[in-house]
Nanobody, 116 residues
Framework: VQLVESGGGLVQPGGSLRLSCAAS????????MSWVRQAPGKGLEWVSR????????SYADSVKGRFTISRNNANNTVYLQMNSLKPEDTAVYYC??????????WGQGTQVTVSS
C-alpha cells in the first residue's frame, strides 16, 4: 500500500502548482481522497476532499476558489491544482485515502513553499 505525492516546490506569490498523488496496492476507486497540509510549527489542516467517483468535492474556506481537487480512477491518481498561491499556503501537503471500513492511508508529503 503506497501513496506517493509529487509536484511540490518553490513558487512566487500568485503562482500555481499542481500536486499529484499516485496510489498503489489498494482499490483506489473505493477510497475517498483528501489533501491535508501542515504549515511550519502548526497542526494538520484539512484542505480538500473528493468522493470515490469524483462527483463530490469540498474545500476549506482558506483555499476555496483557488484550489481544485480531481482524480483519475483509471490511473489511480488524485490531483490538487493550486492557483493564486499565497505565502500562507506554505506547508507540507499530504495525500490521504480513507475508507469507512478499511481505514486510512497517508503519503509521505510534498513541500510547497510560496515566497518571493
Amino acid at each position: 500500500v503506497q501513496l506517493v505525492e509529487s509536484g511540490g516546490g518553490l513558487v512566487q506569490p500568485g503562482g500555481s502548482l499542481r500536486l499529484s498523488c499516485a496510489a498503489s496496492g489498494f482499490t483506489f476507486s473505493s477510497y475517498a481522497m483528501s489533501w491535508v497540509r501542515q504549515a511550519p510549527g502548526k497542526g494538520l489542516e484539512w484542505v480538500s476532499r473528493i468522493s470515490t467517483g469524483g462527483g463530490g468535492r469540498s474545500y476549506a474556506d482558506s483555499v476555496k476558489g483557488r484550489f481544485t481537487i480531481s482524480r483519475n480512477n483509471a490511473n489511480n491518481t488524485v490531483y490538487l491544482q493550486m492557483n493564486s498561491l499565497k505565502p500562507e499556503d506554505t506547508a507540507v501537503y499530504y495525500c490521504n485515502a480513507n475508507h469507512l471500513q478499511l481505514g486510512s492511508r497517508w503519503g509521505q508529503g510534498t513541500q510547497v513553499t510560496v515566497s518571493s
